[in-house]
């Protein structure tokens, strides 16, 4: 088991090192970072904790989309395999009713 200590570079953020203020205040670089969830659209800077609430909410949002997104392709494969068993029923009744007619039509061409 490893043992993790808290050095100095634990504890450093920087978005508040006062050296990265200009790189920071860059306008590219601050739409990366309100993108990227770091800071928040007024320029504040977002928590650890509620950085990572929005993660998980995005990672929950993009599950559910997929898991959608997979049941409804399900649900159109069962439709779709539901529709080609009607099509095939119907076929062989029309070829059953099909091959009785040209019995009836011997039997009577025989008579």
Known sequence: ???YE???LAAYNSLQDPHLQSYNANTQIRKHLIKSGLVSKHGDIISENRYRLQIAKKEHRKNVKDMLATAI???ALDME???QYEIRKRLDELYKIDVVQRVKAERTKKE
């Open 73 to 75: 392709v399900h649900k």
């Open 81 to 83: 395999r539901m529709r």
């Open 1 to 3: 088991m490893s043992h």
């Open 6 to 8: 808290a050095g100095p």
